[in-house]
């Protein structure tokens, strides 16, 4: 009997070896769990520009703080020192490079500390979770932003820029200029002249008050409203409709008649609003761009007075 007892362990023990083997074999070809795709990268913040760092400007990157750098003098006891300003107010948003997920441009001045502005466009992105300078490219000196906007991937910008025979302090030539990425950096790839500054460049635009003498006009106030229209301008003065005649005297300066308005009484601070800015306007002699921003001045006894609209 004792071969009989063999046989059936050696029969056991196959039987154990083959179950065991299958379930090796089932575990090993246990299908996995692919990950979930990443998203496109977070378009970058206001915030995040605010404090960006940027290169491409002076000869080492500089980092922002509240939208500013203030650099060390060039000599100690000097009062002359690198600056570099964020306009704000011109921050756009959309595709720069042609990935996935939207980037940001801003364009930022600087100085060294004399009377000139080199102005330079910038775009950043979010790259593995981090604000990332993508280029910087030189607009010019002094130059003036009317507008800014992204179409197909390529940063295009109308601005006034100094002509043949302009002072630098006063440029009167309206350029439209073209930026893309090409080669992992930021290039100018068109500039095209458009003819000399005029009211009609202001024109077609519904211009909202933001800031009268550099400063804001206070929360819950209702904005004055201005529209040129050829020779005429009308709007929103705060509290009534109005009209006024308007004609460009030379590039960059223009003459405003009295406002012709509603009668229609209402509350402070809306009154006095009003009134001020009937007053303003009225005085107004001149019109430049301000960071995309319509920027009217006046004199003021011995200084200029200035009300910024936005678009």
């Known amino acids: 009997m004792r071969p009989l007892i063999v046989a059936r362990t050696v029969v056991m023990s196959a039987a154990l070896l083959a179950l065991g083997s299958w379930g090796c074999s089932q575990k090993e070809t246990a299908p996995s769990v692919a990950a979930a795709p990443a998203g496109p990268p977070p378009t970058p913040t206001i915030e995040q520009i605010r404090a960006a760092t940027v290169s ?23 009062a002359s020192h690198p600056m570099l300003d964020l306009w704000e107010p011109a921050i756009a948003f959309g595709d720069v490079d042609g990935a996935a997920g939207n980037e940001a441009v801003a364009l930022l001045g600087s100085s060294a500390g004399g009377s000139g502005e080199m102005v330079h466009v910038a775009a950043f992105g979010v790259r593995d979770g981090v604000l990332v300078n993508l280029g910087t490219a030189a607009v010019g000196d002094r130059v003036r932003l009317q507008n800014l906007w992204l179409q197909q991937g390529r940063i295009i910008m109308d601005v006034v820029e100094a002509g043949p025979g302009d002072a630098a302090c006063c440029p009167t030539q309206l350029a439209r200029k073209t930026y893309a990425m090409e080669g992992g950096a930021l290039q100018q790839v068109s500039s095209e002249v458009l003819g000399a500054l005029s009211i009609g460049a202001l024109a077609a635009v519904e211009w909202q008050l933001v800031e009268m003498n550099g400063q804001p006009l206070a929360d819950g106030v209702e904005a004055p409203v201005i529209h040129f ?69 006046f004199p003021d006894g011995k200084n200029t007075g200035r009300m910024v609209f936005r678009r």
């Open 56 to 78: 491409g400007i002076f000869e080492q990157a500089v980092t922002l703080v509240d939208g500013v750098y203030h650099g060390a003098p060039a000599a100690p006891g000097a």
């Open 229 to 297: 229209e050829h020779a005429s301008l009308r709007g929103f003065g705060g509290c009534n409709r109005f009209t006024a005649k308007v004609s460009g005297t030379a590039p960059g300066e223009i003459d405003i008649g009295p406002a012709a308005a509603t009668k229609m009484a209402c509350p402070e601070p809306q009154m006095a609003i009003e009134t001020q800015f009937f007053s303003q306007l009225e005085a107004v002699d001149r019109y430049s761009f301000l960071a995309g921003q319509l920027a009217l001045t």
